[in-house]
C-alpha cells in the first residue's frame, strides 16, 4: 500500500497546512532579510575598498619611484605576515577565540561589483589614474590585501571556503601600477545563528498553539460522527455537548433536535405498529378458527394455505415497518457460530448449506443478524437448492452468499430490494413469499452501518455480498 504523506484527518490537515504556511513564510521572511543583507554588507564594502585603496594610492602618488616600492614592498611583506585574503592566523594547536557564532545562507551574487568598485576608484582617485578590477588568477601573483570590512563576518566565509579573490590595478599617473587584493563572501549573507533559534523557537510555539486550536475544531466534529454514526446502531444516543465555537455549537444543536425529532417519531410509530399488530392479529385469529370449524370442506386446506401467507406477510410487514426500533443491544457476536447455527436448522430442513471461513468476533445486534443471514440463505435455497456460504474477515467483515440459481437480469439487481417487489420470470418461484426478505436483509445491513448487494456470478448463479464494518474500538 502506497503510503500518503499528507493527513487524512481534518485535525493533521489543519496542523501541517498551518505549519508550512507558517514555515514559508518566515522562509521567505528569511531570504529578504538575508538579500537586504548581503546588499547592506556589499554596499558598505564597497565603499570601504574604495577610501582604504583611494587613501593608500593618494599617499603612494607623491613619493619617488625608489622610495615608492619600497613601501609597496612593505605592505605587501606585512600583509603576508598579517595572513593575507582576511584569513585570520592561529597558534598551532589552537582554536579561534570565542565569539559571535553565525549562520551562512546562500543567494546568488549580486550584480555589478565590479563595475560599482571600479566607478567609485576612478571617483575618488580622479581623471589621472586608471583602474581595473578583475578576478584573482591562479598563480595569485604578489599584492597589497586590503583588510575586509564586517571581519567576523568574512572570516566566518572565508572559513568555510566561500569566497572570491579580487584584484585591483591602480596605474599612476607617471605609468606606475599597484595591485591591491580584495576578499568577498561568495554569495551569501552571514546572519547570527539566534536569529534560526528564535525562527525555530517560532515555529515550535506555533505548533504547539495550532496543536491545541486545531484539536478544539476536530474533537466537536469527531464526536458528532460517532454521533452520527451511531443514529443506525443506537436508537437513543447520548445528547451532544454544545461547546466550542458558535458554528461548533450550532451544529451540535441542531444534531441534538433532529435526535429529539426522531426519537419522538420512533416513539409514536410503535405505539401505532403495536395497534396495528393487535388489530391485524385478531381478525386473522377469528378466520383461522373458521377455517379449521370446516372440517372436510375442499376449501379448508386452500383457505389455510392463504391464511398462512396473511400471516407471514402481516409478521415480514411489522418487521420491516419496525426497523432499527427493535430494542435489541449492541453485543459480541461469533458470526462463524452463528451461520452454524442457521446451517443446522436448514439442515433439519432438508436443505444443503456449506460454511468456509473464519472471522473475530463482531458487534452488532445478534437477532437482527441472524434475521439477516437466515432471509440470505433462504432465499439461495429457494432459487438455487443450496447456499454457499464464505466468510472474509479484515477491517470489515464481508459474508458471500452463493447459489447454483439462474441469476437475475442485471436490471433487477436493485429492484429486488424494493418492499413487496416479487421477480417471477427470471428466479422459477414456486410460490410463497412476500417480497420482503432482501429489503429486511439490507436495512439489518444499513443498521449496522454496512451494505449489501446482489451480483451475477461468471456462468451461471448469484451472489449476495454482505460488508459490515467494524465498530470504532473493536
Not at 619617488?64 to 594547536?93: C, D, F, I, K, N
Not at 571581519?151 to 595591485?179: I, Q
Not at 533559534?197 to 504547539?208: D, E, F, N, Q
Not at 451540535?252 to 410503535?270: E, K
Request: proline share 8%.
Amino acid at each position: 500500500m502506497r503510503a500518503r504523506l499528507w493527513p487524512q484527518s481534518l485535525f493533521g490537515r489543519l496542523l501541517a497546512a498551518s505549519v508550512i504556511a507558517v514555515v514559508l513564510a518566515h522562509a521567505a521572511s528569511l531570504l529578504l532579510i538575508a538579500q537586504e543583507r548581503e546588499h547592506f554588507i556589499l554596499q558598505g564594502s564597497v565603499r570601504e575598498w574604495t577610501r582604504r585603496i583611494a587613501d593608500t594610492t593618494l599617499m603612494l602618488a607623491p613619493l619617488p619611484p625608489a622610495a615608492r616600492a619600497q613601501a609597496l614592498s612593505e605592505l605587501t611583506l606585512s600583509a603576508a605576515g598579517r595572513v593575507p585574503h582576511g584569513m585570520h592566523h592561529y597558534p598551532p594547536g589552537g582554536s579561534p577565540p570565542p565569539g559571535p557564532a553565525f549562520g551562512f545562507l546562500p543567494l546568488p551574487l549580486l550584480p555589478g561589483f565590479e563595475s560599482t568598485l571600479q566607478q567609485q576608484l576612478r571617483a575618488a582617485l580622479g581623471a589621472g589614474y586608471a583602474v581595473e578590477v578583475h578576478a584573482t588568477p591562479e598563480p595569485a601573483p604578489p599584492a597589497v590585501a586590503v583588510p575586509v570590512p564586517f571581519f567576523e563576518a568574512h572570516e566566518f566565509a572565508a572559513r568555510l571556503g566561500h569566497v572570491l579573490r579580487y584584484d585591483v590595478l591602480v596605474r599612476f599617473p607617471d605609468g606606475d601600477t599597484v595591485t591591491y587584493r580584495l576578499t568577498r563572501i561568495a554569495g551569501g549573507a552571514v546572519l547570527p545563528r539566534n536569529l534560526f533559534l528564535s525562527l525555530i523557537l517560532l515555529v515550535l510555539l506555533l505548533v504547539v498553539v495550532l496543536y491545541v486550536t486545531a484539536r478544539s475544531i476536530t474533537r466537536p466534529l469527531s464526536q458528532l460522527a460517532r454521533a452520527a454514526d451511531s443514529v443506525g446502531r443506537d436508537v437513543r444516543p447520548a445528547q451532544l455537548p454544545e461547546r466550542g465555537a458558535r458554528e461548533l455549537r450550532e451544529a451540535a444543536r441542531a444534531f441534538n433536535t433532529m435526535q429529539d425529532r426522531l426519537r419522538r417519531y420512533l416513539d409514536s410509530r410503535s405505539r401505532v405498529l403495536a395497534a396495528m399488530s393487535h388489530d391485524l392479529k385478531t381478525p386473522l385469529t377469528r378466520l383461522r378458527l373458521q377455517v379449521e370449524a370446516l372440517d372436510g370442506h375442499p376449501m379448508q386446506a386452500r383457505m389455510g394455505r392463504e391464511l398462512d401467507e396473511m400471516e407471514s406477510m402481516v409478521h415480514e410487514a411489522l418487521a420491516l415497518f419496525r426497523g432499527i426500533d427493535d430494542g435489541e443491544p449492541l453485543t459480541s457476536v461469533d458470526v462463524r457460530a452463528l451461520l452454524e447455527t442457521i446451517r443446522c436448522e436448514c439442515a433439519l430442513l432438508g436443505a444443503e448449506v456449506t460454511v468456509s471461513g473464519g472471522a473475530q468476533p463482531l458487534y452488532a445486534k445478534p437477532q437482527a443478524l441472524k434475521r439477516c443471514l437466515t432471509n440470505l440463505i433462504a432465499n439461495a435455497i429457494k432459487f438455487g437448492g443450496r447456499a454457499e456460504v464464505l466468510l472474509e474477515d479484515g477491517p470489515q467483515l464481508q459474508v458471500r452468499v452463493r447459489d447454483p440459481g439462474p441469476g437475475i437480469p442485471a436490471a433487477e439487481l436493485e429492484r429486488v430490494f424494493e418492499p413487496f417487489y416479487r421477480l417471477e420470470s427470471s428466479r422459477n418461484r414456486d410460490g410463497g413469499g412476500s417480497g420482503l426478505g432482501l429489503t429486511i436483509a439490507r436495512d439489518i445491513a444499513q443498521a449496522h452501518g454496512g451494505t449489501l448487494v446482489l451480483q451475477n456470478m461468471p456462468g451461471a448463479g448469484l451472489e449476495a455480498l454482505l460488508t459490515l464494518p467494524r465498530a470504532r474500538g473493536t
